[in-house]
């Protein structure tokens, strides 16, 4: 994306008025309208509606109105965050037309800044999975190569960004959905701190993981969403009340002399060459930026997928309970009685991966089998969040690979669950310790896919983060690559 195009830029232009809000955002409705027929990547956009708002930012700008920091910039959402003004279907059946009566707590705070939220992007089903093949409506493509995923399961929201119809746009991250698509696709993706952004209005899928993030093309327009949307909520009794930094102003610092973890773990049996030498080429740059590198070890990593596909599933369990067939969403037509409002409800409206989870998600709550399985998995979680206590002693950030390959073919992984599941063995760690990460390009495989590279850090050290982010890209050029056909 050149530097026009960025979302800091448009929002300078259209603040002093060299460009319109709706002229912005009738060419990013063109983008999305010509990258949703190749990728398949939307799942609901009203035009009329969208440039009535644009055109309501243009006319309090000509009124003399304040403004915020992402005036006019055109902004998609995921499925999963709540909208009044769009539907929100999670991309399942179950929830076919529903449209919520409130907006979500980020997206009242980019509207409040200023932006521009065009449409909402497709992921896989209430966010279970990783590579958007899950949707109940069509799987996206990865614009890298449209017979591979964009990962998941924030899918949509990655290929938006890398295709250039959007400068940012918003995801959710239980496991890795917003690290792992921007691996994929060759763009950025910030998972916060757990409690740093509200989760109101974000549809639960694991309430002690979930966490919303955004997608860019550059470190820089990170920082200003996230600038944005974090801060406290009292409706989130799980949002934190901390200072809030001002993020984009905290990347004209120098992040000083850092001390970067290599993880012995990340660079064990299943990672891929060309992606193990992209990573360690960007140690290198750290090096040449005057960072120590530091080995270490995660002694309970190997135990953390099965962690996480305990905890997460139990959640699901009971969150996704409340899809019943009787309060809001699909019910199916000619129930037999009223047991069968319930089963046949669930039973028509989930999608497979779904029912798996939720199965899963059951069988490790139930009797017998709680302290067995859902106990122990608790406490495992606490092991690896100490074992993250004690990296951050050691060292400021932590840097592996993002995922052990770069994006796989669609339908390669559908039969086989349990590799599926292996595609978020770098990232689920961060959300079980609830730390803040990052991915960022950091090269290519030879084939032509992009590679991706991860940032984590200890709790709430978004600002370190990004500094160290921003410093790397002041010396690559990865994240200016765009797919050919999306190349401006």
Not at 122 to 151: C, H, I
Request: proline share 7%.
């Amino acid at each position: 994306m050149t530097d026009e195009q960025s979302a800091r830029q448009i929002a300078q232009d259209v603040a002093a008025r060299k460009r319109s809000a709706e002229s912005v955002v009738a060419n990013a409705l063109d983008r999305l309208h010509a990258a949703d027929n190749a990728y398949q990547l939307l799942v609901a956009l009203d035009a009329d509606g969208t440039l009535a708002r644009a055109r309501d930012v243009d006319r309090r700008i000509a009124a003399g109105q304040r403004i915020g920091p992402l005036a006019g910039v055109p902004v998609a959402i995921k499925d999963n965050i709540c909208t009044s003004f769009l539907p929100t279907t999670c991309a399942s059946r179950i929830l076919d037309g529903f449209r919520p009566p409130y907006d979500a707590h980020v997206v009242e705070k980019l509207r409040a800044a200023g932006a521009v939220i065009v449409a909402k992007t497709n992921l896989d089903e209430f966010a279970m999975g990783s590579s958007t093949e899950n949707s109940a409506l069509r799987p996206t493509r990865n614009p890298w190569d449209p017979q591979r995923v964009p990962g998941g399961s924030s899918g949509g929201s990655a290929v938006a960004v890398a295709a250039r119809a959007v400068p940012i746009a918003l995801g959710s991250d239980t496991g890795g959905s917003i690290r792992q698509p921007a691996s994929l696709c060759g763009v950025c993706g910030l998972k916060p701190t757990y409690g740093r952004v509200s989760r109101y209005g974000l549809v639960a899928f694991a309430s002690s993981l979930d966490q919303v993030g955004p997608f860019a093309t550059d470190v820089h327009d990170l920082a200003l969403v996230l600038s944005v949307i974090a801060g406290h909520d009292a409706r989130d009794s799980t949002a934190v009340d901390e200072p809030l930094p001002d993020y984009a102003a905290e990347l004209d610092r120098p992040p000083g002399k850092l001390r970067i973890g290599r993880v012995r773990e990340h660079f064990a049996e299943g990672l891929d060459p060309p992606v193990a030498a992209a990573v360690d080429a960007a140690f290198e740059t750290f090096r040449s930026l005057g960072a120590e590198i530091v080995d270490l070890s995660l002694p309970h990593a190997p135990y953390a997928v099965a962690c996480y596909y305990l905890i997460c599933t139990a959640e699901a369990s009971s969150n996704l309970a409340r899809y019943d067939g009787v309060h809001y969403g699909y019910r199916t037509p000619r129930p037999a009685d009223y047991v069968d409002v319930y089963a046949a409800s669930r039973a028509e409206g989930f999608g497979p991966e779904v029912k798996r989870r939720i199965m899963l998600g059951t069988f490790a709550l139930s009797s017998g089998y709680h302290d067995a399985y859902y106990l122990r998995a608790l406490r495992v979680r606490t092991l690896i969040k100490n074992d993250f206590l004690g990296a951050f002693r050691s060292c400021d950030l932590i840097l592996g690979p993002t995922t052990p390959t770069a994006a796989f073919r669609l339908g390669e992984k559908t039969e086989d669950p349990l590799a599926m599941y292996l595609a978020d063995i770098y990232t689920v760690s961060a959300n079980l310790a609830g730390i803040p990460a990052l991915s960022i390009p950091c090269g290519f495989t030879p084939d032509g896919l992009p590679i991706g590279m991860q940032l984590a850090g200890p709790l709430f050290a978004e600002a370190r983060l990004l500094q160290a982010a921003a410093a790397y890209q002041s010396r690559t050029t990865w994240h200016t690559r765009a797919p050919a056909s999306n190349r401006s």
